[in-house]
Nanobody, 125 residues
Framework: QVQLVESGGGLVQAGGSLRLSCAAS????????MGWFRQAPGKEHEFVAA????????TYSKSVKGRFTISRDNAKNTVYLQMTSLKPEDTAVYYC??????????????????WGQGTQVTVSS
């Protein structure tokens, strides 16, 4: 059974930092591109960032570029999202997801093969 388990969410003040982790099991982690999405109350899933399965190339949404950093540790089967300069509008449930490299669209969660249950991030003003 493939599982993606997010952790590291919580309450933080605006301008603060937080690091999310996503531990994967049941799949060959190094074969998958990994992504982060978020969903605020009443809104659709929003693409945040992705890191390729090979080469480490990264992609970010315009809203987080320069503030968030995605990384991965294949030895630990874990992908991270380092968030800095957090804003209240970053408040959402954050999900990690895994997609096979055969997919060309990495910014739509429906294209991903697996995703986790999410972790809540709340940024206060």
């Amino acid at each position: 059974q493939v599982q993606l388990v997010e952790s590291g969410g919580g309450l933080v003040q605006a301008g603060g930092s937080l690091r999310l982790s996503c531990a994967a099991s049941g799949l060959t982690f190094s074969h998958y591109t990994m992504g982060w999405f978020r969903q605020a109350p009443g809104k659709e899933h929003e693409f945040v960032a992705a890191i390729r399965w090979s080469g480490g190339a990264t992609t970010y949404s315009k809203s987080v570029k320069g503030r968030f950093t995605i990384s991965r540790d294949n030895a630990k089967n874990t992908v991270y999202l380092q968030m800095t300069s957090l804003k209240p509008e970053d408040t959402a449930v954050y999900y990690c997801a895994a997609i096979l490299p055969s997919h060309t669209v990495i910014s739509t969660i429906d294209e991903y093969d697996y995703w986790g249950q999410g972790t809540q991030v709340t940024v206060s003003s």
